[in-house]
C-alpha cells in the first residue's frame, strides 16, 4: 500500500512530538526539520487536530503537543484518519469514479481485503513505538 505525501507528513509530526512529549513545537520548526512545505505541514496539523491527536495553542509557550499519550495512539487508527480522502484505486473513491469494470470487478474485494489486512496491522502498533527524537539520531 502507498500512503498518501499528507499521511507521511501526519506520522512525522506525531512520530516527533512522541519523541519529545514535554516539548511544544512550532509548525514552522517542524517544517524546517523534516524538509517540507511550511503550509502543507499546517494543513496537517490542522487535520491532526481535527483528529483529536493534536492540540495547539497560540502565543508565548505555545506550539504543537499529542492530545493523548502516544501509548494510546494506534497507527491504524492515525492512517486511518488521515487517508480517509485518498482512494487506493479509482472505483474506491465516492463517486466510484469512471472504471468501466464497476459492474463485474472481481478485484475491488481483494484490494478492500489487503488495505484491511494493512491497517491492520498498523492498528498492533502504537505511537510510542515509533516516537522519534533529534537527539536519538
Known amino acids: ?19 519529545t512529549p514535554d516539548a511544544r513545537l512550532s509548525t514552522a520548526e517542524l517544517a524546517a526539520q523534516f524538509r517540507v ?33 502516544a501509548h ?20 474506491f473513491r465516492d463517486d466510484g469514479g469512471t472504471c468501466v469494470l464497476n459492474a463485474a470487478c472481481r478485484l475491488r474485494a481483494r484490494i478492500a481485503a489487503a488495505q484491511e489486512t494493512f491497517l491492520d496491522t498498523l492498528d498492533q502498533t502504537t505511537l510510542a513505538e515509533c516516537a522519534w527524537s533529534p537527539e536519538a539520531s
Open 1 to 19: 500500500m502507498r500512503l498518501a505525501a499528507f499521511t507521511d507528513y501526519g506520522l512525522r509530526v506525531l512520530m516527533r512530538l512522541a519523541g
Open 37 to 69: 512545505s511550511h503550509h502543507h505541514l499546517t494543513k496537517v496539523v490542522q487535520d491532526l487536530v481535527r483528529g483529536g491527536f493534536v492540540t495547539t495553542r497560540r502565543g508565548l509557550g505555545g506550539g504543537i503537543s499529542l492530545a493523548r499519550d
Open 72 to 91: 494510546e495512539i494506534g497507527l491504524g487508527e492515525v492512517v486511518r484518519h488521515l487517508e480517509r480522502r485518498f482512494a487506493p484505486v479509482e472505483c
